[in-house]
């Protein structure tokens, strides 16, 4: 993707470039630089009537920086944008790497599926798609500063955490002041500490406010949420209290009478969303004038796809709560065994493979945690260190599950390990499976929820660009549904070539994809015409402006007649014809 972005050197998105680079004063140096944090992103304050209300005043400062390098010059603006996808999609595989516990072959999947996803053209090859390559590359960095700010909590308690969690505040800051979109990263971080940092089973939430053992989780929660609700309010002041409004051929759905057609219309579209992340042939530059046919009724046979979708989100969600409802913090120290072969497992200092020493200090011996009797070359003990304080050198362990050793590989592993450093080693978040789903489903949902018209209108039906945060979600599933298939057939020599051939194809089949996609955005006539299928009025009427300006008249008075036999209140496109 990132070869073929350099041939992006001519693209014009319609008026949206026009009014963010070429008309946008914010861009020149004649204009205080403080004007960016009251405009916004088009140039227009914030204040006037007739502001957009999109707040990305970093996103505008690289527009202005790119201008005062190279003024409207092409070349620089797609230079960064693809220097900016490069960026993330390291931080994102670094991510997966930490998700999957060092797994290579499910890390690779997911990079190089996020790195090639056609998905993705839009936000990199449109100059304006910057804000949200932008806003991805903040909140993956505040993620990491967060988990490193959890780490030192935990095993340290050092005063340095702090550096790391007002770093993860700011850089949330930063990711919504690129795009709004970002600031779902606080919601991705209360997951995180809640479910994959302490694995709080449901019935221990509410013992969070009171419990004193829950003291450094309080500590992360209350700065995630006044940062929140801090972030929230700013926004809210920003824009006057007053949300932007919207034509109605922008988003239909919106401006539709019936209630029912609405709910139908609102609950398909991110179904449909959904098919683009897995099924990315039909694209658009364009989605409004009803582009997507709204759902009006139960009879239309979208709403099985409606259904499939959301019913996939429940059972996955119903695995989730019957894997977390097995973990059991029952005594300070314990740790929980979260019941999937090969994870790794929860003690007082921290988590480890299931290949290192794991330390029991206490619990209930009536819970189903799992006990570890580690065998010494001088005695046995359970559930205990032995050894001198600064050197242990076990030989051996058993796992069992209560007082009696359950069925299966689980119950009894037998492996050699020396240990001879005091210090346990840097902690383990993610556990397994478990959490890589439930980490991914986050990514996936969260950060898509402003997009859905849950909470407020927004002036599109779909947009390609901000599905480039959710995508990661997606690309970790895709690579956790791989990871597993591989570890139940991977041992078939013939299996195992056949998983890779097919992800092979996959990630060829895509790339693929990607690259005509791009070429689809080397000039204005070309993105027009591809998008005549999906939304045939705003791409033909755009079409014949481009013909008009290029002399060919008679061409474009077709492309004009064309868009009006779709939408013949085109009043524009009547005034040019």
């Not at 406010?209 to 209350?222: A, C, N, T």
């Not at 239909?252 to 179904?271: C, G, H, K, Q, V």
């Not at 019913?311 to 120290?333: D, E, H, P, T």
Request: with cysteine; hydrophobic share 45%.
């Amino acid at each position: 993707m990132d070869e073929v972005s350099f041939l992006v050197m001519e693209v014009i998105t319609e008026r949206r470039l026009s009014r963010a680079i070429q008309t946008n004063q914010d861009l020149l140096p004649t204009t205080p630089i403080s004007q960016l944090l009251a405009d916004d992103f088009w140039g227009t304050p914030m204040a006037h009537s007739g502001s957009h209300k999109s707040y990305r005043p970093l996103c505008v400062l690289s527009f202005r920086l790119n201008y005062w390098f190279g003024g409207l010059d092409p070349w620089g603006y797609h230079f960064i944008n693809v220097m900016l996808h490069s960026m993330v999609t390291l931080l994102f595989t670094k991510l997966a790497t930490l998700m999957f516990l060092g797994n290579r072959f499910p890390v690779i999947v997911a990079g190089l599926l996020f790195a090639v996803h056609p998905i993705h053209t839009e936000a990199v090859a449109g100059i304006v798609g910057r804000a949200d390559v932008g806003a991805c590359l903040f909140f993956l960095l505040s993620m990491f500063s967060y988990m490193k700010y959890c780490d030192l909590r935990i095993r340290e308690h050092s005063m340095k955490r702090w550096i790391y969690l007002y770093g993860s505040l700011i850089l949330a800051t930063c990711s919504m002041l690129s795009k709004e979109q970002g600031i779902t990263v606080i919601g991705v971080l209360i997951i995180y500490e809640v479910f994959i940092c302490h694995k709080l089973s449901k019935r221990k939430i509410l013992d969070i406010p009171f419990k004193k053992q829950y003291g450094s989780l309080r500590e992360g929660l209350l700065h995630l949420l006044g940062a929140g609700i801090a972030i929230i309010c700013l926004r809210f002041h920003l824009m006057g209290s007053k949300a932007p409004h919207f034509a109605p051929a922008d988003n239909p759905a919106a401006a539709n009478d019936s209630l029912w057609t609405r709910i139908l219309t609102f609950l398909y579209l991110p179904a449909f969303n959904f098919w683009l992340l897995l099924y990315p042939r039909w694209l658009s530059f364009d989605w409004s004038m009803e582009a997507i046919p709204l759902l009006k009724d139960l009879k239309d046979k979208r709403n099985y796809g409606t259904g499939a979708f959301y019913l996939s989100i429940l059972i996955l969600v119903y695995c989730l709560i019957r894997a977390y409802r097995k973990r059991c913090l029952c005594g300070n120290g314990a740790f929980c065994f979260v019941g999937l072969s090969g994870e790794s497992y929860l003690t007082k200092n921290g988590l480890y493979h299931s290949k290192n020493f794991i330390h029991k200090k206490g619990g209930d011996p009536g819970c189903p945690c799992v006990h570890i009797t580690a065998r010494n070359q001088n005695n046995h003990h359970r559930g205990r260190r032995s050894g001198n304080s600064h050197s242990s050198h076990y030989i051996g362990y058993r796992m069992t599950v209560g007082n009696a050793t359950p069925p299966g590989p689980i119950g009894s592993i037998e492996f050699e390990e020396v240990m001879d450093n005091p210090t346990p080693p840097t902690r383990l978040a993610f556990a397994g499976a478990t959490d890589t789903l439930a980490m991914s489903m986050t990514l996936m949902i969260l950060p898509f929820i402003p997009a859905t018209n849950l909470f407020f209108y927004v002036g599109f039906v779909i947009a390609e660009r901000v599905l480039y945060i959710p995508s990661m979600g997606f690309c970790i599933l895709v690579a956790l549904g791989i990871d597993n298939f591989y570890r139940r057939f991977g041992s078939s020599k013939i299996w195992k070539c056949i998983i890779y051939i097919l992800v092979g194809a996959m990630l060829v089949t895509m790339s693929t994809r990607t690259y005509l996609r791009n070429l689809d955005w080397l000039d204005e006539e070309d993105l027009y015409r591809s998008g005549i299928e999906i939304n045939p009025p705003k791409a033909y009427g755009n079409l014949a402006n481009i013909l008009s300006g290029r002399g060919n008249k008679d061409e474009a008075e077709w492309a004009y007649r064309q868009a009006l036999s779709f939408r013949a209140n085109m009043a524009d496109v009547r005034y040019n014809l």
